[in-house]
């Protein structure tokens, strides 16, 4: 079975790039009728903390794409030194007790341009054993097989055939002289562990791959399939980071500014991914199915923001656009925590339903239905000074109170039937019906722009209408 995992470490939130990783796995496992793992790569302990892991979680549920399997790597790192240990035992690794450079992974040695100890590599087994067994600290390094193989290959389902010469590449630490395993050591032991397939990781994890390969064969493992996705930058063409962008490359960002999971997930897709038929709103089902590393760019995303505002205006607009789209019965779902959080009560069901429907096209987040949607949700709603302005026309008020008594004995409360009542009104007062629908939309909603004037008076409903209106 197709087996994918996302490997995070918790060293601060949920990066808008790592969730983007995690979406690429999630639906390409999804298409596949594969498995998504969850690793949380925990063993940095100098720079692990709760906090972050807890707020890596955090994001991860927003986004509501569930995986399949979770584990961590610090419950694992017996189980690293068990398979360090067996590529030591084949004679593929080695002691380095040098001082020196003792942890040092990727700094070079002499000229070389691998960090490279003749006399540690050369050491007998014997002598190895004998300063081990007498205390002596040691790195465990891969014994790169330069004098026996000249290249490492390896073809990435997005960028096609990498190669690097072994000459190229450092005999690279297994294991620290504190038994911790490295970076390379316990992601490659965990990925052979977990049966993992397809490794789909940033464009920045490229240059491993090469040491990655070299650990599965010398494991007697198979040697999983890599996609390597590009990088996310900013505007400036900079890679995105959290101590340079900060709190623009969080995606509970996105979650706090009212974004929709859905539209979220649709939005990171699009950053150097396309379906190839122009299409830009999809549903989750057709990001399933449209999915495939064909459709991968090879060149940098960029995520476009200012320093005044942290949201990307494309992930504006395909929120805009599942809002509107989206059955609203599942919007209703997301709405309804946004207004108890701000302290606002939803109607019934059926009236909530109705009220979504009529208003959801003319907001872009979720946030909207708080502020530019208080007034179908409470009494305390503001008069915008553009909305006093159709109010305090001359005459304006006192029709709208001739329309309430109207509306009020009107057999019927449709938009139909009050669209006929206000017509009816202006045309004997000789006035446009226009001055009575705007000073409408002012006392009922405080705003001058809205959904449709009468389909206003219905969300609201005949008795809130009624009222509204002869409080004007």
Not at 39 to 49: G, K, S
Not at 414 to 441: D, Y
Request: net charge negative.
């Amino acid at each position: 079975m197709l087996r994918v995992r996302f490997a995070p470490s918790p060293t601060g939130f949920l990066h808008i790039g790592s969730a983007r990783t995690f979406i690429f796995n999630w639906l390409y496992a999804r298409r596949h009728g594969g498995q998504v793992i969850l690793r949380i790569d925990d063993t940095d302990v100098e720079r692990n903390t709760e906090e972050s892991l807890a707020s890596i979680f955090e994001g991860l549920k927003w986004l509501e794409l569930a995986w399949d399997e979770q584990y961590r790597q610090s419950e694992r790192l017996e189980r690293h030194r068990q398979m360090a240990q067996v590529i030591f035992d084949k004679g593929l690794a080695y002691r380095d007790f040098s001082p020196a450079h003792g942890d040092a992974d990727e700094r070079p040695y002499g000229e070389g341009p691998w960090l490279f100890h003749p006399d540690m590599r050369a050491m007998s087994r014997e002598e190895s054993d004998r300063r081990a067994a007498a205390g002596e600290p040691f790195v465990l390094r891969f014994c790169v097989p330069r004098e026996t193989r000249d290249k490492i290959v390896f073809t990435d389902l997005v960028y096609g055939e990498q190669c690097k010469a072994t000459a190229d590449i450092e005999d690279f630490a297994l294991l620290r002289s504190n038994g911790m395993p490295t970076y390379h050591m316990a992601s490659c032991a965990d990925d052979v562990d977990l049966r993992i397939t397809h490794i789909i990781r940033g464009q920045d994890h490229l240059t491993n791959t090469f040491k990655h390969v070299l650990i599965f064969e010398a494991l007697g493992a198979p040697v999983p399939q890599f996609a390597h996705l590009p990088l996310l930058v900013a505007p400036d063409g900079s890679k995105l980071s959290k101590r340079r962008h900060g709190q623009v490359v969080s995606v509970t960002t996105y979650r706090d500014c009212g974004f929709l999971p859905q539209a979220y997930v649709n939005f990171l897709c699009l950053l150097g991914w396309s379906p190839k038929d122009n299409r830009e709103y999809l549903t989750l089902d057709e990001l399933i199915a449209a999915f495939s590393f064909e459709g991968v760019n090879r060149h940098n995303a960029v995520v476009n923001f200012t320093p005044e505002n942290p949201i990307d205006p494309k992930a504006l607009w395909l929120n805009t656009q599942h809002l509107r789209q989206m059955d609203v019965r599942d919007l209703a779902r997301y709405v309804r925590p946004v207004l108890e959080r701000a302290g606002l009560a939803a109607p019934s069901e059926d009236r909530f339903l109705q009220v979504l429907e009529v208003i959801r096209t003319r907001y872009q987040t979720l946030n909207d239905f708080v502020t530019r949607g208080r007034a179908y949700f409470a009494e305390d709603y503001e008069i915008t000074p553009e909305a006093s302005d159709k109010l305090n026309q001359p005459g304006a008020r006192e029709l709208l109170h001739e329309l309430a008594a109207r509306l009020e004995a009107a057999a019927e409360f449709t938009e139909h039937s009050v669209e006929t009542e206000l017509r009816n009104l202006a045309a004997e007062r000789g006035v446009k019906a226009g001055l009575i629908i705007n000073a409408a939309r002012a006392i009922l909603t405080g705003q001058t722009v809205g959904p449709s004037a009468f389909a206003v008076f219905t969300a609201l409903g005949r008795e809130r209408a009624i009222e509204r209106l002869r409080r004007a």
